[in-house]
């Protein structure tokens, strides 16, 4: 048997619940990874009830699930709060909209997501952690001494307390390494596992689709931090198309020619999966394999059903023995 292989749902909140674990079976999915939003799993809903109810579903449906989803409040814990936040945040986080007040209520959601996940039983809980200095990853005007220092500092001051909670129901939290968050490469993901002194319940969501276009090498990203791909997600990219827009987005809404990147339906795009199917078996990687599908230009349900076929065919497990071994053991 390969590694599970799981439907995030974060791109499907417009369905039901219901709806959507009808569709995953149909697409071809051995399970979601699901998103805390829509009413795919509701953290200020989530009591034992239901939560078992929640697995009682699934159960019926035939599927699994492994991990759940809270990029959205995540967000909110480091940002820099304007009214965009509105646009994610669930009322009762957003409120007035004070950015500090939405921040300290960001970070009880997500101490209440470590509980729900460990009802619900699941010991990943996928998301964002925000970046109070995002902004100023193009420095320019140049940045002032310690501004750098000072946003891991308040990254660290943030979040350990929600590790240590974690840690406590032995939850980990993956974050999904992204440009707009406090990790968004190797560098700055070695730098974050340093402000929090390698806390053991922080480790990554691997997403190679937020590498490929950046430069950055997102085989060696699996291989460096080995010990830290708590999930996976399967999500493609193709850069080098259009010569107008180029890796910053040109404030060019996606799927438009004029992009330099755009994301792809998985198999569609330039990430060699076979690499990283290749490196996971070599990390002893034997979690699920989450499909995050986006594609402007495609229909979703084609795109998540030939998504599933693909990374099925593609995954394959490690080999039990070394061959040259078997000469030697032959001529006995």
Not at 66 to 90: E, F, K, M, W, Y
């Amino acid at each position: 048997m390969g590694r599970p292989v799981t439907l995030f749902t974060g791109q499907w909140a417009d369905l039901s619940f219901d709806t959507m674990l009808q569709k995953a079976k149909a697409f071809g999915y051995d399970g979601v990874e699901l998103a805390c939003w829509g009413d795919h799993f509701e953290v200020a809903k989530a009591d034992q009830a239901y939560c078992d109810a929640k697995r009682a579903a699934l159960k019926a449906a035939g599927l699994q699930c492994h991990a759940i989803s809270t990029h959205l409040v995540g967000q909110a814990v480091c940002d820099n709060i304007d009214p965009r936040h509105a646009q994610i945040l669930p009322p009762h986080i957003y409120g007035d909209g004070e950015p500090e007040g939405v921040r300290q209520r960001a970070a009880e959601e997500i101490i209440k997501t470590a509980h729900a996940a460990k009802r619900f039983g699941v010991n990943v809980v996928n998301g964002f952690t925000g970046s109070s200095i995002w902004h100023l990853v193009y420095s320019f005007p140049p940045n002032l001494p310690g501004q750098i220092d000072a946003g891991y500092a308040d990254f660290a001051k943030r979040w350990i307390p929600i590790f240590d909670e974690f840690q406590k129901l032995g939850v980990r939290f993956a974050l999904e390494v992204h440009p707009t968050e406090i990790a968004f490469d190797i560098a700055s993901a070695e730098r974050a596992l340093q402000a929090v002194d390698y806390h053991p319940a922080f480790g990554f969501n691997y997403d190679p689709s937020h590498f490929g276009y950046q430069g950055v090498d997102y085989v060696k990203f699996l291989y460096k931090f080995s010990d830290r791909i708590y999930h996976v997600h399967m999500k493609d990219v193709a850069w080098n198309l259009g010569v107008d827009a180029g890796v910053f987005g040109g404030h060019v809404d996606f799927h438009k020619p004029s992009r330099y990147w755009d994301f792809k339906s998985v198999g569609r795009g330039n990430i060699n999966f076979e690499k990283i199917i290749r490196a996971l078996n070599d990390i002893s990687y034997g979690g699920p394999l989450s499909v995050e599908w986006e594609d402007g230009a495609m229909d979703r349900e084609f795109g998540a059903t030939e998504s599933a076929a693909f990374v099925k065919k593609l995954d394959f497990p490690p080999s039990k023995i070394i061959f040259d071994a078997q000469f030697a053991e032959n001529s006995k």
